[in-house]
């Protein structure tokens, strides 16, 4: 079974400037949740998606970051502008059914502001 | 919001010892308790949950209590292996909001040869 894939795996940019994440969940799996993972700290969901409807995001700073999921398959989170403390690494995972079943993380898309 | 604390953030083991990590969480409701393994630079991955209606599970060497009353669930490991080294994230699932997974900070254990 494919796993969940992310692109690209590293960017480097500099404040002020905006970026933008791609992901693509295993197939057939219905949500599709985007964190944030700052060093040293555990994953912070950012947004969760149903197909292609926002669940949850009150979490989604949204004055700078957006997410879609375009025809309830692929997904991706914009910055617009960066700041430095979005440094991070942004997760992308998808489970089946969402609540109690096991997420399946992708390998992440590591986020240096400079 | 479902608020968990992992305890403690680092622990380190002679090989063949054993190693328990601890969780707290806040939402009595909260029905799914999984556990992540990071290892450096790679993605979570799922070593074993468990549900509310169950108060152990065990996996060959991995087992996780859950203790509803005082709401706190635990991730022991057993024969401590090298490559047990890594980042272990505690989860809690949110039944107030969507139901997301609310995460530990997260605590790495280094198993020492």
């Known amino acids: 079974e494919a796993g969940v894939a992310q692109s690209p795996r590293y960017k480097i940019i500099e404040k002020r400037q905006s970026v933008a994440f791609w992901c693509n969940p295993i197939s057939g799996h219905a949500t599709l949740y985007w964190y944030q993972q700052i060093l040293g700290q555990g994953p912070k969901l950012l947004i969760q998606f149903q197909n292609n409807g926002v669940v949850d995001d009150s979490q989604l700073p949204k004055d700078r970051f957006s997410a879609e999921r375009l025809k309830g398959v692929d997904s991706t989170l914009k910055i617009q502008p960066a700041k430095l403390e979005d440094s991070a690494v942004y997760l992308c995972?998808?489970?089946?059914?969402?609540?109690?079943?096991?997420?399946?993380f992708g390998q992440g898309t590591r986020l240096t502001v400079v | 919001g479902e608020n968990v604390e992992q305890h403690p953030s680092t622990l380190s083991v002679q090989e063949g010892d054993s190693a328990v990590i601890k969780c707290t969480y806040s939402?009595?409701?909260?029905?799914?308790f999984p556990w992540y393994k990071q290892e450096l630079g790679k993605r979570p991955q799922l070593i074993i949950d468990i549900r509310s209606n169950v108060g152990e599970k065990k996996d060959q060497r991995i087992a996780v209590t859950l203790n509803k009353t005082a709401k706190h669930f635990s991730l022991h490991i057993t024969e401590t292996q090298p490559e047990d080294s890594a980042v272990y994230f505690c989860a809690a699932d949110d039944q107030t909001g969507a139901n997301n997974l609310f995460f530990g900070t997260g605590t790495r254990l280094t198993v020492i040869p």
């Open positions: 939402d009595s409701a909260s029905n799914y």
């Open positions: 995972a998808s489970s089946q059914q969402g609540a109690g079943t096991e997420a399946f």
